[in-house]
T-cell receptor, first 117, second 117 residues
Framework: AQTVTQSQPEMSVQEAETVTLSCTYD???????LFWYKQPPSRQMILVIR??????QNATENRFSVNFQKAAKSFSLKISDSQLGDTAMYFC??????????????FGKGTKLTVNP | NAGVTQTPKFQVLKTGQSMTLQCAQD?????MYWYRQDPGMGLRLIYY???????DKGEVPNGYNVSRLNKREFSLRLESAAPSQTSVYFC????????????????FGEGSRLTVL
């Protein structure tokens, strides 16, 4: 079974600074997707960014970017110019692609990020 | 757009009582999921349904049953609630890989907080 590990239960960063959240995963598969989800205090799960394993180029969405190291099975999230609204739980997630279409999302335990003014 | 709608948003039960969490999506997705979220544990998959009429167990299915009533609706039932089932429950749905613009993204409801006394 696939596992996703987020080694930093909590992190904090000053507003406007840059912070990197770590994620590693364990799989023998070659065809999969990786995701970062954000969960603010409202409890809503919001997709931040995703990466397809077959793509070598790291995904970027505005201030959010990833460092995808396939051989090392590492998928870190970098948040640049941190804003107070980035305060949230961040979950790394893994999805193995299946022929039958029954893909499931496996989550890490999360990193609680606090952005300080 | 409503997206994924869960009801109720909050519920308090006594040990041994039963209840059903309702979930409906209006995005014409085939795949639907039920997750539970506990502090320090991330989101864990309870059950999922790849299509109408099919359901499969996830990581933590014990104590739960599900029904895929039709393409839109996927309900989660606790037959005899236990304090260990105190949690926040999330329903989610996903676009099929055959649908063209597959991204793997799961769309989540707002969550249902269940307390079992």
């Amino acid at each position: 079974a696939q596992t996703v590990t987020q080694s930093q239960p909590e992190m904090s960063v000053q507003e406007a600074e840059t912070v990197t959240l770590s994620c590693t995963y364990d799989t023998s598969e070659n065809n999969y997707y990786l995701f970062w989800y954000k969960q603010p205090p409202s409890r809503q799960m919001i997709l931040v960014i995703r990466q397809e394993a077959y793509k070598q180029q790291n995904a970027t969405e505005n201030r959010f970017s990833v460092n995808f190291q396939k051989a090392a099975k590492s998928f870190s999230l970098k948040i640049s110019d941190s804003q107070l609204g980035d305060t949230a739980m961040y979950f790394c997630a893994f999805m193995k692609l299946l022929l039958g279409g029954s893909e499931k999302l496996v989550f890490g335990k999360g990193t609680k990020l606090t952005v300080n003014p | 757009n409503a997206g994924v709608t869960q009801t109720p948003k909050f519920q308090v039960l006594k040990t041994g009582q039963s209840m059903t969490l309702q979930c409906a999506q209006d995005m014409n997705h085939n795949s639907m999921y039920w997750y539970r979220q506990d502090p320090g544990m991330g989101l864990r998959l309870i059950y999922y349904s790849a299509s109408e009429g099919t359901t499969d167990k996830g990581e933590v299915p014990n104590g739960y049953n599900v029904s895929r009533l039709n393409k839109r609706e996927f309900s989660l039932r606790l037959e005899s609630a236990a304090p260990s089932q105190t949690s926040v429950y999330f329903c989610a749905s996903r676009l099929d890989r055959t649908a063209g613009l597959f991204t793997g993204e799961l769309f989540f409801g707002e969550g249902s907080r269940l307390t079992v006394l």
